[in-house]
C-alpha cells in the first residue's frame, strides 16, 4: 500500500513537472537571446484553452495539438515584434498577455459550452503506456529529450553561441555580422511554441477539460525555475522534478487530509517551496542583454 | 597608382539628425601602410571609418577597393573585401571566452557541433606569427584592456583582412601596452598588412606611420608624408588658423582665489589614474579654462571636483576650506554649481516637468519646500521666473523636458545653475552640440557670472570656446596639464602641440 502511494507520488512527481520544465527550456532560450517573456502564464493558457477547443471542434486530439502550435507560433511573433522592432516594454506586455489569456480563455468558456469555469470533456492525446493504472505521456520522453537537446544546441552549437551572444552584449553580436532582430524573432517564436505546447499537455493530455485558470501559476513557477537552473536545460530539467515533487505532493496532502482543511492550504506547498529555493540559491546572475531592446547606430 | 587598396572618394555623411560631419573627404590607403588618420574631437576621423567598414552609409561619395567600385551595407560585406574595424569600445561578449569571441559569426563546423579546436588552432598559429598572446580560454570580462584589445586584432586577423583600421587605439592603454601595440603594428606591416591608425596624439603618429591625413571639421586638410613634417606642422593643420579669432576681452577685477586644486589623482573606471597631480586655482572674477581632447581625464576631473568620484591622492580646497571627498549635497550647498557634460544623464530628469526641474536640488529648501509638501505655487512661478528671463521656449512650466529641444534644455540647466548664484560654476562642454543662438546665450551667460565677480571654471574640448573665453587656460592631455598661461601667450601652433601631448616647454623650445 505504502509501495504504492510512493509510486503514485513519484508518477505525479513526472507529471507536474513537464510543463514546469518545458516552459523554463522555452525562457532559458529567450533570456538566452536577450528576450524576457514573464507572459509564459498566458501562452500556457491559452495553448491549453485552444488544443481543448480544437480537440473538441474536431473530435481529434491531434489537430488541437496543432491548433496549440499555430497558437504559440503566432504568441512569439507578436512578442518578437515587441522585444524587438517596437522596443515595446518587454515586462508590461508579459503581463498584458497574462491578463489577456486569463480572462479571454474564462469568457470564451460560457460561449462555447454554455457552462461556467470548464469545458465539456474532450478525447485526450493517447498515452505512451500505462503503470500502476497511471497515464505515462508521451511529453515524458519527449521533455527529457527536449532538455538534452537544448544543452548540446546552446553550448555545443554555432546557433547556441549566436543565440548566447545576443542575450550577453547585441552590440558585438552585431558587430559580428549577426542579426539580433532574427534571432530574437526566431527565439521567441521557438519558446513561445514550447508555452503553448505545455499549455496544451495540460488540457488534452494530462487532463481531458479546460477548467479556468488551469495553468495555476506554473508559468511563474517556471519562471522562477529559470533562475533556479541557472538558465541551464539540463539543472532545469532535474529543478523542474523537484519542484514537480512539491506539486503532486500538494495533490496527496490534500487527498489525505480531505474534507476540512481549506484546499488552498495545501495549494500553497509548490509556491511556498519556490520561494525557499529562491532564497536559498541567493543572488545569480542571468545573460546581461535579458530584457533590454537593441538598438542600433 | 600603384598599390593603392582603398580610395575613398568625395565622401559626405549627414547625420539623420541634420550633423554634418563629413563635406567631401578624399582618403587613399596604399598597400602595406601604416596611415595615420589625425583630427580633433568631431573631425570626423570614426565617421569616415565607420562609412569603410560598412557600418554607415555615406550620404554621397565613392568608395574603390583595388580598383572596383564597391557599396557596402553592412560590416560584412566590408571584411569579404578584407576591410575590418577595431572600434574605440569594444564589442566583445564578456561571459565569453577569447575563442567564443573570434569564432563568431564566422564558427567553423563539424558534424553539427561547434568545432572550437579549429578555431583554436589557426587563432595559435596567428599568434606564433605576429606575437599577440592572449589567454583563449578565460572569460573577456578577466582580462586587461590590453588583452582586450588583442582579442580584437585576433578576430580580424582571423577573418583574414588585409586592412586593419584601429580607432583611438591607445587612448585605454598604458605607455607599455601602447609600445607593444606598435611593435605588433610594424610586425603585421612586415607581413603586407595595411594599417589604418586613428589618433589625435601627434608623438604617436609620427613616431609610426607612413603618411598622415588631417581631418578637420569633416574635411580633409592634406595628406602628407610623416619624414617630411614636424608635430607643428601637423599641429597647425589640425587645429587650424581662421578658429582662432580673439575677442577683446573684457578686463574683469580679479578677486581672491576661490578653488584651490592642489596635485590632484583620481582613477578612471579601468582603475588606473585618469588625472595625474593637477594643481591650478581659479579666482573670482576669472575665467579659467581646460582645453584638450576629449578623454584626456577632464571627465574624472569635474566628477571629482563635485564629489561624484573619488580623490586618491591630492587636495581641493573652496575658499580656504578642504572640500576634498565629500558629498555632492554639502559640495553644492557651499556655493559650487555644475553645468554637466551629460544634459539628460545628470542635468536633467527627462520625464520630470520644467518647474520640477528648475527646483532641483533646491526642492528639500524654502520656498520650495513647507514642512514635508513642496510648495508647488512658488514653484512653478520660479520656473515661469526662469522661462521668461532666460528666454526658453517651452509650451508652459508643465511640460516634461524631454519635449524641449537640446538648446531650451541647456537654457534651463544653465538658468537653474545660475540663479542659484554659485560662487564657483563648473562648466563642462557646456555648449556641445547647441545651435548657435544658445551657444551665444550659454556664454554670455558664462561672462556674467564672471563680471559679477563669481568664479568660473570652463572645461570644453572645443578649443575655440576656451580660448576665447578663458582669462587663463590649460591644454590638459592624459590627466595633465602641457601648458598653462593666458591664451594670447600662446600661438595656435603652440596649443595644438599641446594638445597633441607636447609639454609647453618642449614646444617653445622648437623641438618634438
Ligand atoms: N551617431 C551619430 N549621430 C549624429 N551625429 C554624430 C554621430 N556620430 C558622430 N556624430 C557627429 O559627427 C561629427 C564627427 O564625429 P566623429 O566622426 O565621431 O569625429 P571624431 O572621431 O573625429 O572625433 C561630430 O560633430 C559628432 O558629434
Ligand atoms: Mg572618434
Request: proline content about 4%; some cysteine.
Amino acid at each position: 500500500m505504502n509501495y504504492l502511494i510512493l509510486a503514485s507520488l513519484l508518477i505525479g512527481t513526472l507529471r507536474t513537472s513537464i510543463p514546469l520544465i518545458i516552459g523554463a527550456i522555452g525562457e532559458i532560450f529567450n533570456e538566452r537571446a536577450g528576450i524576457t517573456n514573464i507572459g509564459i502564464e498566458g501562452v500556457m493558457l491559452f495553448g491549453a484553452f485552444i488544443a481543448v477547443y480544437g480537440t473538441w471542434l474536431a473530435q481529434n486530439p491531434f489537430i488541437g495539438l496543432l491548433w496549440a502550435l499555430l497558437s504559440g507560433i503566432a504568441w512569439g511573433l507578436i512578442f518578437g515584434a515587441i522585444s524587438t522592432h517596437l522596443r515595446g516594454d518587454q515586462i508590461v506586455a508579459g503581463i498584458g498577455i497574462n491578463v489577456f489569456a486569463m480572462g479571454f480563455t474564462e469568457m470564451m468558456i460560457p460561449l462555447i459550452w454554455g457552462t461556467y469555469g470548464y469545458s465539456e470533456s474532450v478525447n485526450r492525446l493517447p498515452p505512451l503506456f500505462q503503470l500502476y493504472g497511471e497515464r505515462i505521456s508521451y511529453f515524458l520522453p519527449l521533455t527529457v529529450l527536449l532538455a538534452v537537446l537544448s544543452s548540446i544546441v546552446l553550448y555545443r552549437t554555432k546557433w547556441g553561441l549566436r543565440l548566447r551572444s545576443c542575450g550577453e552584449n547585441p552590440l558585438a553580436a552585431d558587430a559580428a555580422g549577426i542579426s539580433v532582430y532574427k534571432v530574437r524573432y526566431l527565439t521567441s517564436v521557438f519558446s513561445s511554441i514550447l508555452f503553448s505546447l505545455a499549455g496544451a499537455y495540460m488540457g488534452i493530455d494530462w487532463n481531458d477539460s479546460f477548467v479556468k485558470e488551469m495553468t495555476g501559476g506554473r508559468g511563474f513557477i517556471a519562471l522562477a525555475l529559470v533562475i533556479f537552473a541557472n538558465w541551464k536545460p539540463l539543472l532545469a530539467l532535474a529543478g523542474g522534478l523537484l519542484f514537480g515533487f512539491f506539486d503532486a505532493l500538494q495533490f496527496r496532502i490534500g487527498a489525505a487530509l480531505g474534507v476540512g482543511v481549506p484546499p488552498q492550504v495545501p495549494q500553497m506547498i509548490p509556491y511556498i517551496a519556490t520561494i525557499l529555493f529562491l532564497l536559498a540559491i541567493g543572488r545569480v546572475r542571468g545573460p546581461s542583454a535579458a530584457g533590454k531592446p537593441f538598438v542600433k547606430e | 597608382m600603384r598599390d593603392v587598396i582603398v580610395l575613398m572618394k568625395d565622401i559626405h555623411k549627414v547625420y539623420p539628425d541634420g550633423v554634418y560631419a563629413l563635406r567631401g573627404v578624399d582618403f587613399e590607403l596604399r598597400n602595406g601602410e601604416i596611415h595615420g588618420l589625425l583630427g580633433e574631437n568631431g573631425a570626423g576621423k570614426t565617421t569616415l571609418m565607420r562609412i569603410l567598414y560598412g557600418q554607415i552609409k555615406p550620404t554621397s561619395g565613392e568608395i574603390f577597393i583595388k580598383g572596383n567600385k564597391v557599396r557596402f551595407n553592412r560590416p560584412r560585406d566590408a571584411i569579404k573585401y578584407g576591410i575590418g574595424m577595431v572600434f574605440q569600445h569594444f564589442a566583445l561578449v564578456h561571459a565569453f571566452n577569447a575563442l567564443e569571441n573570434i569564432a563568431l559569426g564566422m564558427e567553423p563546423s563539424k558534424g553539427g557541433l561547434l568545432n572550437l579546436k579549429e578555431v583554436e588552432d589557426r587563432v595559435r598559429e596567428l599568434m606564433e606569427r605576429t606575437g599577440l598572446k592572449v589567454d583563449l580560454k578565460v572569460p573577456i570580462s578577466r582580462l586587461s584592456v590590453g588583452m582586450r584589445q588583442r582579442v580584437e586584432i585576433l578576430k580580424l586577423l582571423y577573418r583574414k583582412v588585409d586592412v586593419l583600421i584601429l580607432d583611438e587605439p591607445t587612448s585605454v592603454l598604458s605607455p607599455i601596452e601602447v609600445k607593444e601595440l606598435f611593435r605588433t603594428l610594424s610586425k603585421l606591416r612586415e607581413k603586407g598588412k595595411t594599417i589604418v591608425l586613428v589618433t589625435h596624439k601627434l608623438r604617436e603618429a609620427l613616431s609610426i606611420c607612413d603618411r598622415i591625413t588631417v581631418l578637420r571639421r569633416g574635411k580633409k586638410v592634406a595628406t602628407v608624408k610623416a619624414r617630411e613634417v614636424g608635430p607643428e606642422d601637423l599641429a597647425k593643420m589640425m587645429v587650424g588658423r581662421e578658429v582662432l579669432f580673439r575677442v577683446g576681452k573684457l578686463k574683469g577685477r580679479t578677486g581672491k582665489e576661490v578653488l584651490k586644486v592642489s596635485n590632484l589623482w583620481v582613477k578612471g573606471d579601468l582603475g588606473t589614474y585618469a588625472v595625474k597631480g593637477l594643481s591650478f586655482t581659479v579666482r573670482g572674477g576669472e575665467i579659467f579654462g581646460i582645453a584638450g581632447v576629449e578623454g584626456n581625464g577632464q571627465s574624472e576631473l569635474v566628477e571629482a571636483l563635485f564629489g561624484l568620484r573619488k580623490v586618491e591622492r591630492g587636495s581641493i580646497t573652496f575658499k580656504g576650506e578642504d572640500i576634498t571627498n565629500l558629498s555632492v549635497k554639502e559640495i553644492r550647498d557651499r556655493g559650487i554649481s555644475l553645468i554637466p557634460e551629460d544634459r539628460l544623464g545628470r542635468g536633467l530628469i527627462a520625464d520630470f516637468t520644467l518647474t520640477e526641474n528648475a527646483i532641483l536640488g533646491m526642492h528639500y529648501k524654502p520656498p520650495f519646500s513647507k514642512g514635508f509638501r513642496l510648495n508647488l505655487e512658488e514653484s512653478k512661478s520660479f520656473a515661469r521666473d526662469l522661462i521668461r528671463k532666460y528666454e526658453i521656449t517651452a509650451l508652459s512650466e508643465d511640460v516634461p523636458v524631454k519635449f524641449l529641444s537640446g538648446g531650451n534644455q541647456q537654457r534651463l540647466i544653465v538658468a537653474r545653475e545660475l540663479s542659484r548664484g554659485p560662487t564657483l560654476l563648473i562648466a563642462f562642454q557646456p555648449t556641445m552640440g547647441l545651435d548657435v543662438s544658445a551657444t551665444e546665450f550659454v556664454r554670455n551667460g558664462l561672462l556674467r557670472m564672471k563680471s559679477e565677480g563669481r568664479a568660473v571654471l570652463l572645461i570644453s574640448s572645443d578649443l575655440e570656446e576656451v580660448v576665447q573665453l578663458s582669462d587663463r587656460m590649460a591644454v590638459m592631455y592624459e590627466g595633465k596639464f602641457m601648458g598653462l598661461g593666458r591664451p594670447e601667450e600662446f600661438s595656435t601652433e603652440e596649443i595644438g602641440l599641446m594638445m597633441g601631448g607636447l609639454e609647453l616647454h618642449e614646444v617653445k623650445s622648437g623641438n618634438s
